[in-house]
């Protein structure tokens, strides 16, 4: 017997979003893996939620840190590289006889946890995974508005990265969507005014999903902005107008 | 009996990667519509085949003009519009009293021919939008390589937009995902020679569909460029490598 494992995308939350390869997939799953934060039911686990076998055997991945530590610092590095090749090892184990479905939220090769997992299992057992709709795609749903026109530039940003090269960014392209904001939200809010597109930017929360809010981000209280946050600015890029 | 209008947004192609809600709605509609070039299947139509009711209506919207005239032109946004306005009028004609699906490649918020009937919809009849999985989505899967790590930024780029535009915005984004190639593709091999990403480049064609290839763009033969192909440069961003 010869099993695998397939990471499956959930998509951006609703799971009637997800695939309907990834729907079979879920559902017929023997053994099912997602990554949670040590203490929390997971967003990965929580949009299956209903879904799974009764005798699905599950493996919860628990980060062993997330936000305690600096990404940048070597320590970081080295916990996570250590919590990922000690997962690449159990989940390869349990590949030799069965299959393991991993479960991730939004799209798994878009800034997704299973790629740090996928590098690693290149050659240990076979491997596959199925795309999903990306969250910031649900987001933009959320919005009622479509995010690109024409020949519109759309840039994906990350509110990680430093304020003047969010400025650059911002400046230049004509949609915008700019992800891991949480705690760097104000930084984000920063460079939005400074590029001169605060006024057009939109903050979306839980998109898709039970309680999605979306709200102007100039008016958003910075003391409450969740992790599961997407920044938004549509492009305004070209269309045929109505002649009359 | 008050009808409605559901754009499904069917994904990059297969159409088991379609989600779980178009699906359904495909398979129970009774009146379809989609956008095709006149004379052509059409590719939104290709991906449901087998799925439609042996009843259901069909409404082919044939394009009246796709490349022959210069798409910055007066005349071309002319015909374009009356194209819209004329779709427009019929299908909330229809949704008086009926339900009609309408099909969209991808995800139709992203660069998707119907966001030009939605915008004249409002106000006339009740729309709904089902996200789809984008096209690029599809074709990062196919390299089967992820697109984006920790910081990376991705900027997508047409293949329409003036060189020098193209060159500044490939030397800015770590990952890039170049659309709208076809007759382009010289003018895109160029921009990104000169911005020294020629050799991180990949040329995706049929992404997710029968025939699927993928090809590194500098050995890619400039008189064989199909529309549906995207050129992706993957993002090397931030991971954590193995200590040992």
Same mark, same amino acid.
Not at 106 to 114: A, C, M, N, T
């Given at each position: 017997m010869m099993g695998r494992i397939i990471c499956v995308g959930l998509g951006?939350? /609703?799971? /009637?979003?997800?695939?309907v390869k990834a729907d079979r997939l879920v559902r017929g799953a023997a053994h099912v893996a997602y990554f949670r934060k040590a203490g929390r039911p997971g967003q990965a686990r929580r949009i299956v939620s209903g879904m799974l076998r009764e005798d699905a055997i599950e493996h919860a991945m628990e980060?062993?840190?997330? &936000?305690?530590?600096?990404? /940048?610092s070597a320590d970081y590095n080295a916990i996570l590289a250590s919590f990922y090749d000690e997962w690449t090892r159990r989940l390869a184990d349990l590949a030799v006889s069965h299959e393991v479905i991993v479960l991730c939220e %939004?799209?798994?090769?878009?800034?997704?946890?299973?790629m740090h997992l996928h590098t690693r299992l290149q050659g240990l057992c076979e491997v596959e995974v199925v795309p999903g709709i990306t969250g910031m795609t649900g987001c933009w749903h959320a919005t009622g508005?479509?995010?690109?026109? %024409? /020949?519109d530039v759309l840039s994906v940003l990350m509110g990680t990265l430093p304020e003047e090269d969010l400025v650059g960014h911002m400046r230049k392209a004509h949609a915008l969507a700019i992800m891991?904001?949480?705690?760097n939200l104000p930084k984000v809010r920063r460079a939005l005014a400074a590029a001169g597109r605060l006024d057009e930017a939109w903050l979306v929360e839980r %998109? &898709?999903?039970? %309680?999605q809010r979306v709200i102007r981000l100039a008016d958003t209280d910075l003391d409450d902005c969740p992790y599961f946050a997407i920044v938004l600015v549509h492009g305004q890029g070209r269309r045929p107008e109505a002649a009359e």
């Open positions: 951006p939350g /609703d799971p /009637d979003l997800m695939s980060y062993p840190v997330t &936000t305690e530590i600096a990404f /940048d %939004g799209d798994p090769f878009f800034y997704g946890s299973f508005v479509p995010i690109t026109w %024409g /020949d891991k904001t949480g705690r %998109g &898709t999903m039970p %309680g």
